[in-house]
């Protein structure tokens, strides 16, 4: 039951959005820039790291629908996301796994990012873009599961909810629900 009165049954973060429009609308901004702007990261990468920092912070809802829209954009290789999320054994770049330590690292505190991580990723061949890409997505999805957890926002158990949730999300982006169906 969420903590304060939104919209029965609408799921996770567009309840809220719903709820308050004018904070809801960056937030969207904000998520659209990180996982579907221009990034030498592949948007399935993307996702995943959101998902994969949504999972360490025990926030159910958006690592859902995080991994439903990474598996969406994976295609093929969308084994890879349940890899990451549930063992860490994904068979996935270097890049990626270095990426994947800085996320990591960011979901404890900012501060447990050291430079022999900076420096591992640089050594797999990541860009001070993707490095700082990395931290952005991840630090923000760290707020954004406060938000989802911390108003008890409505959590979907259907997989079916989240699949065709992933499937908007790869299609569509991140667009406030004021402007389409939620």
């Known amino acids: 039951m969420p903590h304060i009165t939104v919209e029965e049954g609408v799921p996770g973060i567009r309840s809220l959005v719903l709820f308050r429009p004018e904070t809801g609308k960056p937030l969207y901004q904000l998520a659209q820039a990180l996982l579907r702007g221009p990034s030498s990261i592949p948007e399935a990468e993307r996702e995943l790291i959101a998902a994969y920092v949504s999972s360490l912070n025990n926030c159910a809802f958006c690592c859902m629908s995080h991994a439903a829209a990474s598996r969406e954009l994976y295609g093929d290789k969308r084994e890879v996301v349940d890899c990451v999320i549930h063992d860490g054994q994904a068979e996935v770049s270097k890049k990626l796994r270095a990426l994947l330590q ?31 890409d990395t931290v952005l997505i991840a630090a923000a999805f760290c707020m954004y599961n406060r938000y989802v957890d911390g108003l008890a926002s409505f959590t979907p158990t259907d997989p079916e909810v989240y699949r065709e949730m992933g499937v908007r999300l790869a299609a569509n982006g991140y667009v406030s629900p004021q402007n389409s169906n939620v």
Do not use: C, F, W, Y
């Open 102 to 132: 800085i996320a990591a690292k960011v979901a404890e505190s900012g501060k447990s990012v050291l430079p022999e991580h900076i420096e591992n990723a640089r050594n797999q061949g990541a860009t001070d873009m993707e490095i700082h």
